[in-house]
């Protein structure tokens, strides 16, 4: 769901509210772009820089690449996702991508701390469960 601001050009307002209509746009068309270049179709970005922006090197730990960790979710599932989150100490951010399965999952929140970053885990299973065809609701 994508929220719609409502502002005319003369409110003072505007300038402000023009950012983050335009910020609330782009989040919103994220995962679907990245989607594209993971499952090698032409998007906002070549496939192959898609790729080495995803491409952990390699060593011991988490695999990590240019602000994208690589791990199995949701938990007891076999699925690669690829995933970034992130803070300004007032808002939680985080964006999954399921490459195998076309899905991608982008919540952002205006809180921040330890039942924040809870919550949001728990409405990214869920709708990895709706959205995946493994909810059993």
Do not use: K
Request: charged share 20%.
């Amino acid at each position: 769901m994508t929220q719609r601001l409502a502002c005319h050009f003369g409110d003072p307002r505007f300038a402000a509210l023009s950012t983050v209509a335009a910020f609330h746009a782009y989040i919103a068309t994220l995962p679907e772009g990245l989607h594209d270049g993971l499952n090698g179709r032409d998007g906002y970005l070549d496939p192959d820089t898609v790729w080495e922006l995803h491409d952990p090197p390699p060593g011991p730990g988490e695999p990590y690449a240019f602000g994208w960790g690589i791990m199995t979710w949701p938990p007891g599932s076999d699925f690669e996702c690829h995933w970034h989150n992130g803070s300004g100490g007032t808002y939680y951010a985080l964006i999954q991508l399921v490459p195998e399965l076309d899905l991608g999952i982008s919540i952002l929140t205006n809180g921040y701390g330890g039942m924040t970053e809870r919550v949001v885990e728990e409405l990214a299973e869920a709708l990895f469960a709706r959205h995946s065809g493994t909810d059993e609701r």
